[in-house]
């Protein structure tokens, strides 16, 4: 199996600009997580999906960030508009069942400027 | 709600020796799991190891070895005959037992960077 996949690997863009990450699950996985890293506040959980149903989105930031999962291949995570703030590196993870052992993504570097 | 801490921000260690990273945990659960998880400068999260809190017996992973105390809630890390490939953040995390389909969050500790000297 290829893994989680995400993209882009980095993005960098302009203050108010949309932003749109994009994630694939391994296969068969049925529990799919975004996370955000910073130095400052670590790994911050931010939203939470099973079976393509969001369970626990008490860690968006705010409503500029949205989340969806149309499919069990696919979740994307968007910023709109972006902010300096928002700069950091964003993780996926998949799992299967209860507990399962997270698959972690390669993450995607954002630089909002 | 659980809280992980990590207590070293940085260690390191020479090549061959054995390390022993700490963290703590608060928790007013009796059923969890607790991970090491390790992030390479590649910046992949790679699972080290687990420990199911209803386990008594330390988990263990080759290298990698466990010191789980439930009543001091502490989970140490112990990497023996450490390798410069060891190199990494290391993270702390907590998963508690969940029997309907909320399961399966990580809380990460703030983590702690092991650097491995030849």
């Known amino acids: 199996d290829a893994g989680v996949i995400q993209s882009p690997r980095h993005e960098v863009t302009e203050m108010g600009q949309e932003v749109t990450l994009r994630c694939k699950p391994i296969s068969g996985h049925d529990y799919l997580f975004w996370y955000r890293q910073t130095m400052m506040r670590g790994l911050e959980l931010l939203i939470y999906f099973n079976n393509n149903v969001p369970i626990d989105d008490s860690g968006m930031p705010e409503d500029r960030f949205s989340a969806k999962m149309p499919n069990a291949s696919f979740s994307t995570l968007k910023i709109q508009p972006s902010e300096p703030r928002d700069s950091a590196v964003y993780f996926c993870?998949?799992?299967?069942?209860?507990?399962?052992?997270?698959?972690f993504g390669e993450g995607s570097r954002l630089t909002v400027l | 709600a659980q809280t992980v801490t990590q207590s070293q921000p940085e260690m390191s260690v020479q090549e061959a020796e054995t390390v022993t990273l700490s963290c703590t945990y608060d928790?007013?659960?009796?059923?969890?799991?607790l991970f090491w998880y390790k992030q390479p400068p590649s910046r992949q999260m790679i699972l080290v190891i687990r420990?199911?809190?209803?386990?008594?017996q330390n988990a263990t992973e080759n290298r990698f070895s466990v010191n789980f105390q439930k009543a001091a809630k502490s989970f140490s890390l112990k990497i023996s005959d450490s390798q410069l490939g060891d190199t990494a953040m290391y993270f702390c995390?907590?998963?508690?037992?969940?029997?309907?389909?909320?399961?399966?969050?990580?809380?990460f500790g703030g983590g702690t960077r092991l650097m491995v000297k030849p």
């Open positions: 420990q199911e809190a209803y386990k008594q």
């Open positions: 928790t007013s659960e009796n059923n969890y799991y």
């Open positions: 993870a998949s799992s299967f069942g209860e507990p399962g052992e997270l698959f």
């Open positions: 995390a907590f998963m508690k037992h969940s029997r309907r389909n909320a399961g399966n969050m990580l809380t």
